[in-house]
């Protein structure tokens, strides 16, 4: 049976469910969108307060580590743990909070995940040792797993309609893009006026204003009937991306040919390619592998994972050139990112959000990634004596425009078409690529930047010409050389998504469409 509108089109009865599929697996034709939800903008700020607080974490720490580590008398060797633990777990467990998510509820595995995160926050605030501080930050990061694919499946099948989906997109994208340059600056905010111990005390009130509209707002079905978890997928996937995010982890601090970054990378390879391999023949795969077989997807995925190694990176080199070449206390060096998060705004919701319902996907992806290009190699003729307005300022605003119109329609691009029932792992593969592109592109970068900094320091340390070279001209001319592979790996993701993602954006998306 079916309702009619006013206007005479019909609405199916009851959406399509996991179990609507022919003998051979295919998923039917999708049924007409639904009226769409009342209360559809007030649930995307309950979302976007979610997904803030989850970015604005990866970085607000950053600042405050120094703090942290004089005030529980954390060694050198053991202060990298404040970020590795979060990230471990994160990115580690990230399919997995997907899974649960399209088995026990988008909205239910939402509020567990937002409730878990402030308690976690809370813990570390609290911490009385390194111990404890770092137990504290996976916890952080296991229920960020949980929390952040959820979110973004609650966005995917709440709004479907082209204009509104594309504004909903843009506020998200803007969040993605920006929330580490605003950590940066609540970072700096909270040290220097408070203490340390608020960067993490800060995801309180977050969470409990997000907890307190979750059950108005959000509305979701019921968990997938009759689904299991694919025990066997979820260890060998989660045990792969936990030994590629520690092997990429210790690069930096032991070098690649050290045992402990070899061998967790050929195990994570290997563990991701037997992932593989039983997901094929799973009866309830963890990652159904129709969800990447998709060449629009694969594309989205591709280029998301390309931008976030070629785009983080800038974080911590910039961090580090204003606060040690040109001396900018934490406040002012977190106030100097404003402008990269004002670009990602403006592109991500005032153009890519206006462009996306009637220009092509790969058209936003592209330009975007030139543009961010373009910010990076202006960021490659830093010198020890640049000006901040005339050299800095620019790049930022690139890469700030870059970012926004490239986030923007990959959140939306690879979550399109995805059923219902998928909604969730698809999600999760987004944020997990995105997770692992920054991880790999951090310690990637900034290897390619201390190699060049000591071949250029060893090289002029007995130049009469330059009487010895001081060691930030060395750490100038290592960011210039990371900053030329940045743009080349963004020239390459603008390649990626003009080829891929040959797709204009769908009429409806999100609810039961086929994958």
């Known amino acids: 049976m079916s309702k009619k509108r006013p206007g005479g089109e019909s609405l199916p009865s009851a959406p399509s469910t996991a179990t609507d599929r022919s003998p051979d697996g295919e998923v039917p034709a999708a049924p007409l969108a639904p009226a769409p939800d009342p209360k559809r903008w007030w649930a995307l700020t309950v979302i976007a307060l979610a997904q803030l607080m989850v970015i604005l974490d990866g970085t607000v720490v950053n600042i405050a580590l120094p703090s942290a580590q004089h005030a529980l008398g954390m060694s050198d060797a053991d202060r990298q743990w404040v970020i590795t ?6 990115g580690g467990l990230l399919l997995l909070g997907g899974r649960i998510a399209d088995l026990v509820g988008r909205k239910r595995t939402f509020v567990i995940g937002l409730a878990g995160f402030a308690a976690a926050s809370a813990l570390g605030g609290a911490a009385s040792d390194p111990g404890m501080l770092f137990a504290a930050r996976a916890l952080q990061g296991a229920f960020a797993a949980v929390l952040a694919p959820s979110a973004l499946s609650l966005l995917s099948t709440t709004f479907t309609e082209p204009k509104e989906r594309a504004r909903a997109f843009g506020v998200y994208g803007a969040l993605a893009g920006g929330g580490s340059a605003v950590g940066l ?103 159904p592998l129709r969800i990447v077989k998709d060449r629009v997807r694969a594309g989205s995925l591709a280029t998301m994972g390309l931008a976030t190694i070629g785009m983080f990176g800038v974080f911590l080199f910039l961090t580090y050139y204003l606060q040690v070449v040109l001396g900018y206390p934490p406040v002012r060096t977190g106030l100097a990112f404003v402008p990269i998060s004002a670009g990602i705004v ?29 910010g990076m190699v202006l960021l490659s003729g830093l010198t020890v004596h640049a000006q901040y307005v005339s050299h800095v300022l620019p790049a930022l605003l690139l890469l700030g425009l870059g970012m926004g119109l490239t986030f923007m329609p990959v959140y939306a691009t690879a979550t399109a078409g995805v059923p219902a029932q998928d909604a969730g792992v698809a999600s999760a593969a987004l944020n997990t690529v995105q997770q ?50 940045s743009a080349g790996v963004l020239l390459l993701a603008a390649l990626v998504a003009g080829l891929t993602v040959r797709l204009k954006t769908p009429k409806h998306a999100g609810n039961d469409a086929p994958a």
């Open 85 to 90: 633990a979060y990230t471990l777990a994160f």
């Open 185 to 287: 600056i609540v970072g700096g905010l909270l040290t220097e006026y408070l203490n340390w111990r608020w960067s993490l005390y800060v995801n309180v009130p977050i969470a409990l204003a997000a907890l307190l509209g979750a059950p108005a707002f959000l509305r979701d079905r019921s968990g997938r009937r009759g689904g299991h978890l694919d025990v066997p997928g979820t260890l060998l996937a989660c045990g792969g991306l936990v030994a590629l995010v520690y092997g990429f982890s210790e690069a930096e601090p032991r070098g690649w040919t050290s045992p402990l970054v070899l061998m967790p990378l050929v195990a994570g390879v290997m563990l991701l390619a037997a992932f593989v391999w039983w997901q094929s023949r799973a009866a309830n795969p963890l990652l």
């Open 346 to 374: 403006i592109g991500a919701t005032q153009i890519a959000a206006r462009l996306l319902p009637r220009t092509a996907p790969r058209t936003l992806m592209s330009s975007g990634m030139v543009l961010a290009a373009a």
């Open 436 to 485: 692992m592109g920054a991880s790999l592109g951090t310690v990637l970068l900034n290897t390619i930047a201390t190699g060049a900094t000591s071949r250029y320091v060893h090289s002029h340390v007995h130049d009469p010409a330059h009487g010895g070279a001081t060691l930030n001209e060395g750490m100038v001319h290592g960011f210039s050389v990371a900053y030329w592979c």
